[in-house]
C-alpha cells in the first residue's frame, strides 16, 4: 500500500534561520507531488509540483523553494525564513500522468511552522 | 479562470442532515471531490464524483452536481460530532496541468 511520511511534525524557528521540510512516498513509482500552504484559519496555498525528478513548477514567488532529488523525495526549503512563512505546510502526491483520478491527492500529516 | 468556492462555516445540531455547498468554475473537470481534514491533521479523501455523474451516494454521504451551474453539494446524513472537521471542495480541470484547485473549506461544527 501507498504511504506518505512528512516530517518534522512541528517546527519553531527564529527569522532569518534556514528550513527544510522532507516528505517520501511509498508504495509508488512516479508520482506527482505537491507542497501546500496552510494559514490558520485559511485554505490550502499550492506552492510548488512535481511531475518528475528535477522538474520543479513554482506557483507563488516568495523565499521558499523546492527540489526533488529522487522519484519519491520532495524537499521544501528556505535560506531565510521570515515571520511571514509561519503556516501549517503540508505535503501531497498524486498518480503519475494523470489529470485528477478516483484517488485523489493523498497528503501527509502535515508540518506546523512558526517563525519567532 | 480557475477558482472553487464555498462558504466558511456551518452549524447543525447532532443527528441533523448537514449540506455543504460548493461553487466552481472550470467545466473541463473529470473528477470532483471532497475532503476532510481534522484538526492538526492533513486532508483525507472523503469522496468524489465523475462530472457525468448527478448524483453519487456513500453510506451517510451523498454528492450532488449540478454540472449546469458548477454546483457541488455535500450532504452528511445523521450529523455526529465525530464529523466537525473542515471539508474541502475540489476539482481537477484537465486544462490545468496536473493541479487540483481546492476551495478555502468549510468549517463544520457539530453542537450535541
Redesign the interface.
Known amino acids: 500500500s501507498q504511504t506518505i511520511h512528512q516530517w518534522p511534525a512541528t517546527l519553531v524557528q527564529p527569522v532569518g534561520s534556514p528550513l527544510s521540510l522532507e516528505c517520501t512516498v511509498e508504495g509508488t513509482s512516479n508520482p506527482n507531488l505537491y507542497w501546500y500552504r496552510q494559514a490558520a484559519g485559511r485554505g490550502l496555498q499550492l506552492l510548488f509540483y512535481s511531475v518528475g525528478i528535477g522538474q520543479i513548477s513554482s506557483e507563488v514567488p516568495q523565499n521558499l523553494s523546492a527540489s526533488r532529488p529522487q522519484d519519491r523525495q520532495f524537499i521544501l526549503s528556505s535560506k531565510k525564513l521570515l515571520l511571514s512563512d509561519s503556516g501549517f505546510y503540508l505535503c501531497a502526491w498524486s498518480r503519475g500522468g494523470q489529470v485528477g483520478s478516483t484517488w485523489g491527492y493523498t497528503f501527509g500529516s502535515g508540518t506546523r511552522l512558526t517563525v519567532v | 479562470g480557475e477558482d472553487v468556492e464555498q462558504s466558511l462555516f456551518l452549524s447543525v445540531r447532532e443527528g441533523d442532515s448537514s449540506v455543504i455547498n460548493c461553487t466552481y468554475t472550470d467545466s473541463s473537470?473529470?473528477?470532483l471531490?471532497w475532503?476532510k481534514q481534522e484538526p492538526?491533521?492533513?486532508?483525507?479523501?472523503l469522496t468524489?464524483i465523475f462530472s457525468n455523474m448527478d448524483m453519487k451516494q456513500d453510506q451517510r454521504l451523498t454528492v450532488l452536481l449540478n454540472k449546469k451551474d458548477k454546483h457541488l453539494s455535500l450532504r452528511i446524513a445523521d450529523t455526529q460530532t465525530g464529523d466537525s472537521a473542515i471539508y474541502?471542495c475540489?476539482?481537477?480541470?484537465?486544462t490545468?496541468?496536473?493541479?487540483?484547485i481546492?476551495?478555502?473549506?468549510t468549517r463544520l461544527f457539530v453542537k450535541a
Do not use: D, I, V
Open positions: 473537470s473529470t473528477y471531490y475532503y492538526g491533521a492533513g486532508l483525507q479523501l468524489y474541502f475540489a476539482e481537477s480541470p484537465n490545468g496541468g496536473f493541479k487540483t481546492f476551495g478555502a473549506g
